[in-house]
T-cell receptor, first 112, second 116 residues
Framework: GDSVTQMEGPVTLSEEAFLTINCTYT??????LFWYVQYPGEGLQLLLK?????DKGSNKGFEATYRKETTSFHLEKGSVQVSDSAVYFC???????????FGSGTRLSIRP | DTGVSQNPRHKITKRGQNVTFRCDPI?????LYWYRQTLGQGPEFLTY????????KSRLLSDRFSAERPKGSFSTLEIQRTEQGDSAMYLC??????????????FGPGTRLTVT
């Protein structure tokens, strides 16, 4: 079945460092890909998404590109801030109605 | 606040008791999803409704679990004869039906269940 594998955490970086969180997926069709974020004490929020190959999703300085050839959707940010500290989930869904399949999450901590 | 709301936010119960959680979706959303999240893991799909019809159930949803959405608005998730393994965060999400890929689901804050 469909699945998502993402980089294990925790990841600790200094402010203004470059961030990459790796994510690869397995799917039978052509899924949509997502990054969700969970800030401390808050619910899951959609950070960005891409619905077809070579699409780039971006939001709040974060980017991820849908790479069909490597079945990957790595999350990147050029300069992280303390406020980016959260748990990040890579996820996929197939079709227009489907459930979302999540990875196990990567906890990111940014030190000042 | 017009987001997804869930009640209660926390529930502590003894093994063997029944519990019921409520989810109020965003008002114009016709799809409603339930997920379960255990510590250190991502959410896992349980079931989803389109309006009042329950269209898909995960094999994680044992016969002790039942979900309803009687008027196509709020939904309830009941767990009968709770077990310690049911301890988790139960998340509700809603979305608007669209004939496009990648429709966004909006998540509530969750109900944290602890079974002692």
């Amino acid at each position: 079945g469909d699945s998502v594998t993402q980089m294990e955490g925790p990841v600790t970086l200094s402010e203004e460092a470059f961030l990459t969180i790796n994510c690869t997926y397995t799917a039978t069709g052509y899924p949509s890909l997502f990054w969700y974020v969970q800030y401390p004490g808050e619910g899951l929020q959609l950070l960005l998404k891409a619905t077809k190959a070579d699409d780039k999703g971006s939001n709040k300085g974060f980017e991820a590109t849908y790479r069909k050839e490597t079945t990957s959707f790595h999350l990147e940010k050029g300069s992280v801030q303390v406020s980016d500290s959260a748990v990040y989930f890579c996820a996929l869904s197939e079709g227009s109605a489907s459930k979302i399949i999540f990875g196990s999450g990567t906890r990111l901590s940014i030190r000042p | 606040d017009t987001g997804v709301s869930q009640n209660p936010r926390h529930k502590i119960t003894k093994r063997g008791q029944n519990v019921t959680f409520r989810c109020d979706p965003i008002s114009e959303h016709n799809r409603l999803y339930w997920y379960r999240q255990t510590l250190g893991q991502g959410p896992e799909f349980l079931t989803y409704f389109q309006n009042e019809a329950q269209l898909e159930k995960s094999r994680l949803l044992s016969d002790r679990f039942s979900a309803e959405r009687p008027k196509g608005s709020f939904s309830t998730l009941e767990i009968q004869r709770t077990e310690q393994g049911d301890s988790a965060m139960y998340l509700c999400a809603s979305s608007l039906q669209r004939r496009i890929k990648g429709g966004e689901q909006y998540f509530g804050p969750g109900t944290r269940l602890t079974v002692t």
